[in-house]
């Protein structure tokens, strides 16, 4: 099967060095995973694209380039989008000295819907029914392909290490708490600075903070971390169970549906109330929690890893094709 990955060659989160390397592995399974590939990066015509299957993999919508005639190709046509709450947006990442221009929701379904997208790939679904849903209309259902973030397995060392054997014996707290004014973080601002977690600061604001394909070894160092979101999960959701971590979770339910159970697999905080007792229980009865965390770590190593999002990509494509 043929694919064409349309993708900005040079976004910082698809870079060896970007702080998260979830989408960078996503698209390395993908070009992996299909017997042939191609790339576009920059404006072109679609009749000079050969190609079963075309994947626009522009997670923040910030691509701009025209593909004419697109939306008349005869491959099957999916895209890639996350943060389906995301506004507009113009500015520059400082990190990088680049401009940035995001698009907003109807803008980015307009672009989708001019090019022709039969399916958008999501890493979250009620956010996507309820953020991007409604300016799709009655086929926001079927368009869906839902997968959640995927890191890529191997970067995880140390993983299979009990946790009452890891270096640090803490509840790691780390990830941004700015979120550009959206309240995403609202929670996880508090919980970072309660007395019993453990802060670490983002590699953003931290170049001490290990990254990129770092980052795994790095969390699964210690025995327990955190994955908070007010709006829906995120990356660090999938990433702290991989690292064989107990992962203390904000609750969400498309989790339930994924296979998360509390005290199974994790252990939910969803509120000022659960979190310092769940979390001092732990810290002081941590073995008792040793199959919690490896029963998370297996729910992640055995269906959300970026081979499984591939395998999962190319299963559907070869399902559409049938039907």
């Known amino acids: ?83 389906p709450h995301q506004k507009e947006m113009k500015g520059i990442y400082h990190q990088y000295k680049k401009p940035v221009h995001k698009l907003g929701k109807t803008k980015r379904i307009a672009r989708a819907k001019e090019r022709g997208i039969q399916y958008f790939i999501m890493p979250m679904r009620d956010a996507y029914f309820k953020d991007l849903g409604p300016i799709i209309g009655e086929d926001a259902e079927k368009m869906l392909l839902f997968f959640p973030p995927a ?19 803490v509840a790691l707290a780390t990830g941004a708490t700015w979120d550009g004014d959206l309240g995403s973080y609202e929670f996880r601002k508090w919980v970072y600075t309660q007395p019993y977690v453990h802060f670490v600061p983002h590699s953003l604001a931290d170049k001490k903070t290990p990254s ?41 339910s498309e989790l339930d549906e994924l296979g998360f159970k509390d005290y ?19 810290l002081e009865y941590m073995g008792e929690y040793e199959k919690i965390a490896e029963a998370g770590r297996k729910l992640i190593e055995e269906n959300y890893t970026a081979k499984h999002f591939a395998d999962f990509i190319y299963n559907k494509c070869i399902e559409i094709q049938g039907n």
């Open 151 to 169: 890191s890529k397995a191997s970067l995880f060392t140390g993983r299979e290490i009990p946790i009452t054997e890891r270096e640090n014996k």
């Open 212 to 252: 990129a394909q770092k980052w795994g070894a790095f969390i699964a160092k210690y025995s327990s971390g955190f994955a908070l979101n007010d709006y829906h999960p995120i990356p660090k959701y999938f990433e702290m169970p991989l690292a064989g971590c107990l992962t203390f979770l904000q609750h969400f």
């Open 1 to 83: 099967m043929k694919l064409t990955l349309i993708y900005e060659k040079e976004h910082h989160k698809l870079q060896d060095t970007s702080y998260s390397w979830v989408y960078k592995g996503q698209l390395d399974a993908l070009i992996d995973r299909f017997e042939e590939v191609n790339f576009v990066h920059d404006s072109c015509s679609a009749d000079d694209i050969d190609a079963d299957v075309i994947i626009v993999y522009d997670i923040v919508s910030s691509h701009h380039i025209t593909i004419e005639n697109m939306a008349k190709h005869s491959a099957i046509k999916m895209s890639y989008l996350c943060d």
């Open 264 to 282: 199974e697999n994790c252990v939910y905080v969803n509120n000022k109330y659960m979190a310092e007792p769940r979390v001092k229980d732990f």
